[in-house]
């Protein structure tokens, strides 16, 4: 029997995906080319917004239709609970990402296939943000031993694995969190630490400490702010101020004026106003963001925020989203055009999907760097450094040529 994984969602997603693809390759499956090829089709979905869980479920129904067995996993299968028979009789087989976590290998399950690997620290989550659905579905904060997540990544380090990404809804909560990160800082074969999802409380100054100490901890934290406004803010439970959030910004800037701060934002929280939103766009503009995903808020139910009229229309909400959108296309442009002039030191990935002749990487501060190699010279083993010279600024990207040194 041969599978497919298609995934939905966030990176624990993407990794949960990884160990059941592992398990999988273990009890005798094989991984089919391609979706024709496949018998099985694994969904791993999402259901963090609705239009999200909409896609996972689309995607089964097409799959059973062309006569393939469908797997559901992930967090809508634990949201649908029994309305997933309903909504898909056919289904084959599905579990809920808590389901999955309860089989012991599971946390340590890899397919290496590159130089990158996602680690899991902590499952679950405990805050209690009003709009969010992810303690519903992935269950409880719960923190797996230091002892394990270093076993772990001494072992992928020796299968080759450069970049670690340490997984966890709220990491920095992890207790320990900069002694377990110099301890991987300081495995051989490991040359890049990243970790996500991050909350202003855990930029302490123990943190900068590691950031100066360790090169290897990448210069780049994915902060999701959600809103500008105090009063949106203390309505959605985040548990710190629009200054308190500014704060740990401009701690990590002092550290490092190019260190790369990213973040999400929903837009059209119920009772958002004129000036709520202003106030978001404001901090967006002073927190000086190299890239913000913005999302239009979502009703989920069982959530304390679906209770609350969602009461900005769609059309309003599709209109703050293209302002804040327009606004950090201008801003990502300026922090890149920034770094025109500078040599970013790439973690190679290989040739870009869209134009095989020009390959891309990322620097430190995770911002996608790509440079021609039509000649064989500039061309790179992917999970090798190269050290790219930037000619041209993009909003997004970064174009650049291998740094020449001079004779
Ligand atoms: N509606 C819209 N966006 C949401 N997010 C989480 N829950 C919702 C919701 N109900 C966004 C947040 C989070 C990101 C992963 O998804 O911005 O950081
Ligand atoms: Fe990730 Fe949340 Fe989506 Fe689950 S619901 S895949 S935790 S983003």
């Known amino acids: 029997m041969r599978f497919t994984i298609r995934t939905y969602g966030c990176q624990m997603n993407v ?23 496949a018998d099985i ?7 963090v ?13 097409n799959m059973i239709a062309a006569g393939k067995q469908v797997w559901m996993i992930g967090c809508a299968v634990k949201r649908l609970g029994a309305d997933l028979y309903r909504r898909l009789p056919k289904v084959s087989f599905a579990a809920t990402p808590e389901e999955l976590a309860a089989k012991p290998e599971f946390a340590s399950a890899h397919v ?8 899991t620290v902590m499952t679950g989550c405990n805050n209690r943000c009003s709009y969010c659905i992810v303690p519903a579905v992935r269950g409880p904060e719960k923190s797996r031993p230091e002892a394990d997540i270093f076993a772990e990544v001494e072992f992928l380090a020796g299968k080759g694995v450069r970049e670690v990404t340490l997984l966890g809804q709220s990491v920095l909560r992890y207790n320990g969190f900069p002694r377990l ?3 991987i800082a300081g495995i051989d074969g490991i040359e890049r630490i990243r970790f996500t999802s991050a909350h202003p409380s855990g930029c302490t100054d123990e943190l900068v400490e590691v950031y100066r100490d360790c090169p290897k901890v990448c210069r780049h934290l994915h902060l999701p702010v959600q ?7 203390a309505e959605m439970g985040r548990r710190y101020t629009r200054a308190e959030y500014l704060a740990a910004v401009a701690k990590l800037r002092a550290f490092d004026p190019e260190f790369s701060v990213t973040t999400d934002v929903i837009v059209g929280y119920p009772g958002e106003t004129e000036e709520d939103f202003e106030a978001t766009r404001s901090l967006m503009e002073e927190a000086q963001f190299d890239n913000a995903f913005v999302f239009k808020y979502s009703p989920r139910p069982g959530t304390r925020s679906a209770l609350l009229a969602d009461d900005v229309s769609t059309e309003e909400k599709e209109r703050r989203d293209q302002v804040l959108l327009a606004d950090q296309e201008r801003r990502g442009q300026k922090r890149n055009d920034a770094l025109a002039g500078s040599v970013r030191e790439v973690l190679v990935e290989g040739p870009s999907k869209r134009n095989p002749d020009r390959w891309s990487g990322r620097d430190s501060g995770n911002r996608i760097v790509v440079w021609d190699a039509d000649d064989p010279a500039s061309r790179r083993t992917p999970g090798e450094f190269a050290r790219i010279k930037i000619l041209e600024a993009h909003p997004q990207i970064l174009v650049g040529e291998i740094e020449r040194r001079s004779p």
């Open 112 to 119: 290496v296939n590159g130089f990158q690997a996602f680690v």
């Open 227 to 233: 809103s500008g406004s105090d009063r949106v803010l």
């Open 49 to 61: 917004r609705q239009k999200a869980e909409e896609k996972a479920i689309g995607k089964a129904g």
């Open 41 to 47: 089709v694994i969904i791993n979905s999402c259901t």
């Open 15 to 37: 990794r949960d995906s990884e160990a059941v693809e592992a398990l999988m390759l273990e009890k005798g499956y094989e991984k089919a080319e391609s979706e024709e090829d």
């Open 181 to 183: 990160l110099r301890r």
